[in-house]
């Protein structure tokens, strides 16, 4: 009985190493071979994410930049259920064909889950192993029904290196056109340095690590650590190979001049060689003998995204909040029967009269009680004010008069110079919150003054007219928005 869920393929080395008379009509063995060491892939990756998620708490993740600490922890959940599952399935397979799995493996991830930016940066590099080991795995196995499995698990796996990628903040969610295969043996160079107490018969490259600290990128003179980098082999004899997704070789460098180079974005595989000889970017093709360590995984983030950003705090400078303050019908009542009081045409605000207190480029978010007893509404004072906003304010920053009036850019509305005119106002107006408070006028509402006689909602859809019925609650014209015998919820937000 085959299962229709089985993974990849470690047995590259072992199979393509063997005599090929040694394995027809023996298939079934070899993709025996292969559900196993899939299987223990699969454990390893289940065990990273099982150890990363009970080891930092939410507050790591808020202080590692997330925006949210939930966003990360939902998909490493997510991809830490999937591993497990893979895992499950493959190890009841082999127990079905009376075959036993490979267990007993210690995973120990310690040296990478120093931290939680460690931890994610790391994560990256297992799920592009897992892509790498399925796309390399695929010419290995031997039945078409494997085949199509493995192929399916392949597709999940890039999913994940796709939400990596987005959680990194830096990187390009598909940085790449094309994968690059790993052979069972470039994949254990990876993974084996945290595999300890398990047979596992598949010999692993030397691994290879990347001792630069901080940011590569292109112009990165990159250095390295290995085993086999002790003076046997000259530095002047050795060379340095960069293989990217959709290469059809390697761009070899001399060992000592291992810079990277322009145009290169996402997942780097670095092999140190022993001759400047190209490696071939397929499993089947490319030279093995002559490979001294490697390879080790490098993420080149040149590209980043918005959507990536969006996952990480103040990533994305644009984006502005909305608050929301409602107030009662007393007070709602005040703010009309203020706007009928006033009398005289408006008066543009000088520049002395301009509050240098708000910021420029997004909304200021006060609200409440000010310190001389005034009542703010999405930052504006109800004191009276000096000034009122000269006609048409149609666009501009947060910059308030002595009464406390702007507009945002995304304001629509024309503010007439007397009581008796009406103030117009889109639905889709967004007014400016958040001016510090002043000492001078009347209740703002959505950037509208109590004291220049007009008052206006965000809400409103039409015109709003403030004449001597005002005084009593009335509005003529407005669909939406306050009088005075109705609550009222004034809110705004940045568009």
């Known amino acids: 009985m085959r299962y229709h869920s089985v993974l990849f393929t470690l047995a590259a080395p072992l199979l393509s190493s063997a005599a090929p008379a040694r394995f027809i009509g023996k298939r079934a063995a070899a993709d025996v071979l292969v559900l196993k060491f899939a299987d223990v892939l699969e454990q390893l990756e289940s065990k990273f994410y099982s150890q990363a998620i009970s080891k930092f708490q939410a507050s790591d993740f808020t202080t590692a930049g997330f ?3 939930q966003i990360p922890i939902e998909q490493f959940k997510n991809i830490q259920s999937d591993e497990a599952l893979h895992s499950q399935t493959l190890q009841a397979a ?3 064909l009376g075959e036993t799995p490979i267990t007993g493996c210690n995973f120990d991830f310690s040296s990478v889950l120093t931290d939680v930016s460690t931890m ?3 994560a990256r590099v297992v799920e592009n192993v897992g892509v790498s080991a399925y796309l390399g795995g695929a010419t290995l196995l031997t039945d078409p029904v494997l085949l199509d499995a493995a192929g399916s698990i392949l597709t999940t796996e890039a999913r994940h290196q796709t939400i990596l990628n987005v959680l990194s903040g830096t990187g390009t969610a598909i940085p790449a056109s094309f994968d690059i295969p790993f052979t069972p ?3 254990l160079a990876i993974a084996s340095p945290f595999m300890s107490g398990c047979n596992v018969p598949i010999p692993s490259n030397t691994p290879l690590s990347v001792t630069n600290t901080g940011t590569v990128a292109p112009g990165t003179l990159l250095t390295f650590k290995a085993s086999t980098l002790n003076g046997t082999i000259p530095d002047s ?4 190979q960069m293989l990217v997704g959709g290469a059809s070789t390697s761009i070899s460098l001399p060992f000592s001049q291992c810079v990277v180079p322009p145009g290169i974005n996402g997942p780097v595989a670095l092999f140190i060689t022993s001759d400047n000889q190209t490696l071939i970017n397929n499993v089947r093709d490319r030279a093995q003998d002559k490979i001294v360590a490697g390879p080790t995984v490098a993420f080149i983030d040149t590209k980043p995204e918005l959507l990536g950003q969006l996952a990480r705090t103040g990533s994305d400078p644009t984006l502005q909040s909305t608050s929301t303050l409602t107030i009662s019908p007393p007070q ?5 029967s203020n706007a009928s009081s006033a009398s005289g045409p408006a008066v543009a605000p000088s520049p002395s009269s301009v509050s240098t207190s708000s910021p420029s480029g997004g909304p200021n978010l006060t609200t409440g009680p000010a310190e001389n007893g005034a009542i703010i509404v999405n930052g504006w ?4 004010p000096s000034s009122v906003p000269a006609n048409d304010i149609s666009s501009g920053e947060n910059v308030p008069s002595a009464g406390g009036v702007s507009a945002t850019g995304s304001a629509s509305a024309a503010f007439a110079p007397s009581a008796s005119a009406s103030i117009s106002a889109q639905a889709s107006a967004t007014a400016s919150s958040g001016a510090s408070p ?11 003054s109590s004291g220049g006689g007009n008052v206006a909602s965000a809400s409103a859809s039409g015109a709003f007219a403030t004449s001597s019925a005002a005084a009593a609650g009335a509005t003529s014209s407005a669909s939406s928005g306050i009088n005075g015998s109705a609550s009222s919820s004034a809110s705004s937000s940045s568009s």
């Open 94 to 96: 082999l127990k079905s």
């Open 332 to 336: 709602a009542s005040t703010i009309i």
């Open 237 to 240: 004899s050795m060379f340095c």
């Open 120 to 122: 994610a940066a790391t």
């Open 438 to 448: 002043t000492g001078s006028g009347a209740i703002i509402v959505n950037g509208w």
């Open 67 to 69: 925006s949210s600490s």
């Open 381 to 384: 004072s109800d004191t009276s």
């Open 185 to 187: 043996s470039e994949v």
